[in-house]
């Protein structure tokens, strides 16, 4: 068993390798510069600014839940679990950084800026910030959201690197959302392609193309959600028609985005969505079909395999999922269309299948 977990455990680590303070002086002295850079303003855009603050619409208890809500179903789309701050306690990123203590020494767009946490928004920094929503990833990186009231204007920031150096999202759904949020207008959350739930063989249909290149489509036979039970819990994967997630124990996931090929790296993408995407194509390995999986810029390396397969099992033929890597890619992992006969065959070896 332990040698099957440390195979799978290689296998996941595959997936992830695809895949300064300024004095007061000076930040007011730049703050004029600085919000034009972030925020791209325009005299009609400053007016509506002016606008709203006369007429003190800001921040209040009711936007900031409609914003929970909406962070909540985004990150069921984006596969990702986001903490908010709760007013008292700091966020303490995977990056090493803790919000909002550390708003006192960040930087927007490589500038000097005064940024700090302002529950109603009306403070005098050049950003002020009226919530914060962080997610964890297993790569021990985070993605950090500062949702702000800069001059009067909705402005999203985010933090994705290592450091305390922000810039203003290129997520048109957060964006918009949090204008129409502070607007007190309706939101609205695109439907993911694709549920990490139990009910992912019933999930609609895809296109064949988006903007930045053309998916590639998995069997109906392989969609579903499929299990191992590995030393430390039980492991999930989805499969559905353009994209496959692993769930580990602690319940965090890992999404590829499939593409026969992409075509164009669209401006409006961030960093942890690129990360999303790979490239799959079928290959025979000694008489099996499996989708081949690579990193969308990877140049070395074997990628992942993923095979149906069939077996007998308790006097059944039981449909299966294979696993495999390395270069003569050998299984590590066999997932079962249940919980109960992952349970029961636990590190069972067939004997038609290729182990190392």
């Not at 090493?96 to 930087?107: E, K, L, R, V």
């Amino acid at each position: 068993m332990k040698k099957l977990t440390i195979i799978s455990l290689v296998i996941l680590s595959s997936l992830l390798i695809l895949t300064g303070c300024g004095s007061n002086s000076s930040k007011k002295s730049n703050v004029t510069s600085k919000v034009k850079v972030v925020k791209q303003s325009s005299s009609k855009k400053s007016q509506k600014g002016v606008a709203r603050k006369k007429s003190g619409s800001l921040w209040n208890n009711d936007k900031d839940s409609h914003l929970e809500d909406f962070m909540k179903q985004w990150g069921e789309v984006m596969n990702q679990t986001y903490t908010k701050y709760d007013g008292t306690n700091n966020i303490q990123t995977a990056s090493g950084m803790n919000y909002p203590q550390d708003f006192n020494s960040a930087t927007v767009n490589g500038q000097n800026v005064s940024m700090a946490w302002d529950k109603k928004g009306t403070g005098k920094n050049d950003y002020n910030v009226v919530a914060i929503y962080n997610y964890n990833k297993p790569s021990s990186s985070s993605i950090t959201y500062a949702f702000t009231l800069a001059d009067g204007e909705p402005i999203v920031l985010v933090n994705e690197g290592s450091g305390n150096n922000w810039s203003e999202t290129k997520n048109k759904s957060l964006r918009e959302n949090f204008v129409n949020i502070f607007d007190g207008k309706a939101t609205h959350v695109e439907k993911p392609k694709a549920s990490s739930s139990s009910s992912a063989k019933s999930s609609s249909s895809t296109k064949a193309t988006d903007d930045h290149g053309e998916y590639f489509t998995t069997p109906e036979t392989m969609r579903g959600t499929w299990y191992f039970k590995s030393e430390y819990g039980m492991i999930k994967l989805a499969i559905f028609e353009n994209e496959i997630i692993h769930v580990d124990p602690n319940g965090l996931g890992r999404r590829m985005v499939l593409y026969k090929k992409i075509s164009s790296i669209p401006d409006n993408v961030e960093q942890y969505e690129l990360e999303q995407w790979y490239n799959a194509s079928y290959v025979n390995v000694r008489g099996m079909q499996y989708i081949h999986v690579l990193g969308r810029n990877q140049t070395s390396g074997s990628g992942v395999y993923y095979a149906i397969h069939t077996e007998e099992i308790n006097g059944n033929k039981v449909p299966i999922i294979i696993e495999s890597s390395g270069e003569d890619v050998w299984t590590g992992v066999v997932y079962y269309p249940s919980e109960d006969l992952a349970n029961q065959q636990g590190d069972t070896k067939y004997e038609d299948l290729h182990y190392r």
